[in-house]
């Protein structure tokens, strides 16, 4: 099946679970952050599983639902669970829910992820406004044919993560006394975390944080001219910082801890949103 009818069937069936709502925003939730989507009110939950062509989520700490509602006066639809590359997913998969969410009318997307700081100056904990990325490695999710009625061929990523919406979250931030760092993110497929000598490249490289998710998101949707903005949640200092191994307890852990502080810069971003980036 084409992939335009793919997406209708898609975007025909949440509608038909919405009662009318119209979600402006797409909110993605990373490793450890998904408690957030509790705070959604008037919510629609609806199982990734139910939705026709929908990919389903396999990581521990990853739900695998859209929750649609009421988030600071804003309808989002909220991603609790995202789908990683390194889960066997193509890179086409990875990115349908963003295709998805355009065909729904949605124009700002909020990426969010747990990240590992290759940034020696900051600390685990830290919260980081995507201000670039370095993407060496992986496929592009628009490599094959292109979608024309999605965007075109060849596409700016100059505005890949929105400059206003940047500069939107940095006031936010410093209003609510939440220090926030802005940074470069760098992509590696994962499942293993860096090694010590790829956390040095990637330092070398200008990088400030390295994950496993957010950069095919972040292209898909800059093909649709969506206006997005991602933060990074430093769970961890990447490996080879300090004398000690990497786990994903570590990044859920973290995740739990500055979870109230996320929340609320994530909120006061939404509620701030320009008119003009939805
Ligand atoms: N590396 C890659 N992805 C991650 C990390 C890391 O150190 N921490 C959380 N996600």
């Known amino acids: 099946m084409d992939l335009m009818e793919m997406l209708s069937e898609s975007k ?3 509608e038909s679970r919405l ?4 979600p402006v925003i797409g909110l993605i939730l990373g490793s450890g952050l998904g408690d957030m989507a509790d ?3 008037n919510a629609v939950v609806i199982d990734y599983h139910d939705i026709p062509h929908f990919p389903v989520s396999t990581v521990p700490g990853h739900k695998g639902r859209l929750v649609i509602g009421e988030l600071e006066g804003r309808t989002v ?4 669970g995202r789908f990683h590359y390194y889960e066997g997913y193509s890179m086409d998969e990875v990115v349908y829910p963003i295709r998805t969410m355009k065909m729904l009318g949605i124009n700002g997307l909020f990426l969010t992820n747990a990240a590992g700081c290759v940034n020696k100056e900051w600390k685990a904990g830290d919260l980081m406004l995507i ?3 370095i993407k060496l490695i992986a496929e592009n999710p628009l490599r094959g044919k292109n979608p ?4 075109s061929r060849f596409f700016d990523m100059t505005q890949a993560y929105d400059k206003e919406l940047l500069a939107v979250a940095e006031k936010a931030a410093s209003d609510i006394g939440i220090s ?3 940074g470069v993110y760098m992509l590696f497929t994962g499942p293993s975390f860096e090694t010590a000598a ?8 200008g990088a400030d944080a390295v994950g496993m998710s957010t950069v095919p998101e972040a292209i898909a949707a800059s093909h649709m001219r969506m206006h997005t903005i991602g933060i990074s949640c430093l769970t961890n200092m990447a490996a080879g910082i300090l004398d000690q191994p990497l786990n994903h307890e570590e990044v859920l852990e973290t995740g739990e801890r500055v979870k109230k502080t996320f929340s609320s810069l994530v909120r006061e971003i939404v509620k701030r949103w320009p008119d003009d980036r939805l």
């Open 39 to 41: 705070s959604i009110e």
């Open 180 to 182: 926030v760092r802005k």
């Open 12 to 14: 025909a069936y949440i």
């Open 148 to 151: 024309d009625e999605l965007g």
């Open 19 to 22: 009662d009318g709502r119209k």
């Open 131 to 133: 201000a670039d990325h």
């Open 198 to 205: 790829e956390v040095r490249f990637a330092r070398l490289a």
């Open 77 to 80: 639809l909220c991603m609790q």
